[in-house]
């Protein structure tokens, strides 16, 4: 498949089917990730790949739980009726849904920030964030690429520590539930046009595309 589109139609997938992922597959989609680029090559990172279905319902339960007790489900579902846009609605639906069965994707990757004995801390920074986030979306693309579904979607750090023992100088960036589609097309994306986010010379100098 050609690059662009593989990139103009990489988008999120929340629904999965249970067909399970060959290793082979996993393992061109890590080592894609990991060719991306990271400050002074430091390739700070541990990838945490989920098969096991008890930790993923565990974890997937536990997400839930907090999102019923804290109202969060349910502020997910209000923006989905309220949103006059149906791509938005679309993307809040399908949020929604996928937060009350996430065990349903027969893989979860959660790309670590990982520099062993350095606190967690110190690796909370945008310097941080910016030596994974390249290879998380290289991720998403090879992902595509062989026909996965992925979506990057925020977890709570203390769920995934204690279910899968991450050590303290660890920082679960994300979780991303990886699987073949079910009845959730690829793209295309929707979003604002390209002259209305781009400056050219000086901030402010926007100009029309063409
Ligand atoms: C930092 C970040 C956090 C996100 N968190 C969530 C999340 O918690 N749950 C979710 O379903 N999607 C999450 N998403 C996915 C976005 O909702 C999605 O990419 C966006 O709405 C555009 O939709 P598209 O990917 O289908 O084009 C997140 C994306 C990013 C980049």
Known sequence: MDFFEVAL????????????VPDEVLWKVLDTAIRAP???NSQPWIWLVVRDA??????????????????GLER????????????NRR????????????????VFII???????????????????????GAVQNLMLAARAEGLGTS????????LRAELHLPEDAVPTCLIPLGYPDGERFGPTTRK?????TYWDDWGAAKKQG
């Open 54 to 71: 008890g930790k993923r319902q565990a974890i997937g339960q536990e997400v839930l739980r907090r999102m019923e007790a804290s109202g």
């Open 9 to 20: 139609t990489q988008r999120s997938i929340r629904r999965f089917k249970p067909d399970p």
């Open 152 to 159: 990057l979607t925020g977890a709570n750090d203390d769920i």
């Open 111 to 133: 790309p670590c920030l990982y520099t062993p004995g350095v606190p967690a801390a110190n690796q909370r920074t945008l310097n941080g964030g910016s030596s994974i986030f």
């Open 91 to 106: 993307i809040w639906t399908s949020a929604a849904n996928f937060r009350t069965d996430m065990a349903q994707a027969p």
């Open 76 to 87: 997910m579902r209000q923006l989905a009726a309220r949103e006059q846009d149906p791509s």
């Open 193 to 197: 046009p390209i002259d209305t986010v």
């Open 38 to 40: 990271s400050s002074g």
